[in-house]
């Protein structure tokens, strides 16, 4: 057999002196500037497309509030760009223009979907003076009287010396302040049963019932004594003729006096 004869000695030099061919590396400027390009472009042509305009709005816990004023003060509409929306700052517009939200809460999802979650202040009672109704929110905010009440009852509210009272700002008046926070920790068929509550600027206030008994309690414990008071009523015979029942250290029930009558 024919054998290959082994290399000689400039041809083995040669081979291990041969030059090592170099990978070339991709350049990774130029393909980040392409990626960025191209997502830019991807985002330019979503951006003018109906996919990210707003086509549906939801409110949600608007009872005194319209809703088409909510979305004008939001500055919400359908048709915009959803990713133009400011959450924060629809937050912000609505909390400011209207002193009867407590929190708002804004969510806009990528099918183009808004949806903007108000929770008003409750509605302690309406405060009468002046000759003027004013409507005394549960965080002590009073609001001028021109809003409709709709089905909830509350009870109406006066005292011996007006306060300073301005729309859409709380109330000055430790004895309204305490009041109003008091007032949503009443028995709501307690509450239901309140014509009035007269405040008292020294002495006890006085809690005039629907059903002609009155009610004397000390000033800023309208919460614990309106408890105590029906337990105590809820124990009278149902046909108790209409008196005074005292709420204070001890409870006990008294006739009415000629001077005792509401209004004299």
């Not at 830019?40 to 939801?58: D, K, M, N, R, T």
């Not at 909390?95 to 903007?116: C, F, H, K, M, N």
């Amino acid at each position: 057999m024919p054998t290959t004869p082994p290399p000689t000695v400039l041809e083995s030099y040669a081979e291990q002196n041969q030059p090592k061919t170099r990978k070339r590396r991709p350049n990774w400027k130029a393909l980040l500037f392409v990626v960025i390009f191209f997502g830019g472009l991807l985002i330019a042509v979503f951006l003018q497309s109906p996919l990210s305009s707003v086509s549906y709005i939801e409110v949600l816990g608007n009872q005194h509030i319209r809703y088409d004023e909510i979305l004008r003060t939001a500055e919400v509409e359908k048709g915009m760009s959803f990713l133009a929306i400011d959450k924060a700052e629809v937050k912000e517009k609505i909390l400011r223009a209207y002193p009867r939200v407590l929190s708002v809460d804004v969510q806009v999802s990528w099918q183009g979907e808004v949806t903007i979650a108000v929770v008003e202040k409750a509605l302690a009672g309406l405060i009468v003076q002046d000759a003027s109704i004013y409507h005394l929110l549960q965080d002590g905010t009073v609001l001028a009287g021109t809003e409709k009440l709709g089905v909830e009852r509350v009870p109406a509210i006066s005292l011996d010396q007006p306060t300073p009272l301005q729309n859409g700002q709380k109330v000055t008046s430790p004895d309204l302040l305490e009041l109003a926070k008091q007032i949503p920790e009443v028995d709501r068929a307690v509450l239901d049963n309140i014509s009035e509550i007269r405040i008292a600027s020294d002495g006890p206030w006085k809690i005039y019932m629907c059903d002609k008994f009155e009610v004397r309690i000390p000033a800023r414990q309208f919460a614990d004594k309106m408890k105590s008071y029906l337990e105590y009523r809820n124990a009278l015979a149902s046909d108790t003729a209409p008196g005074i029942i005292n709420v204070f250290d001890a409870i006990y029930m008294e006739s009415f006096k000629p001077q005792d009558k509401k209004g004299e």
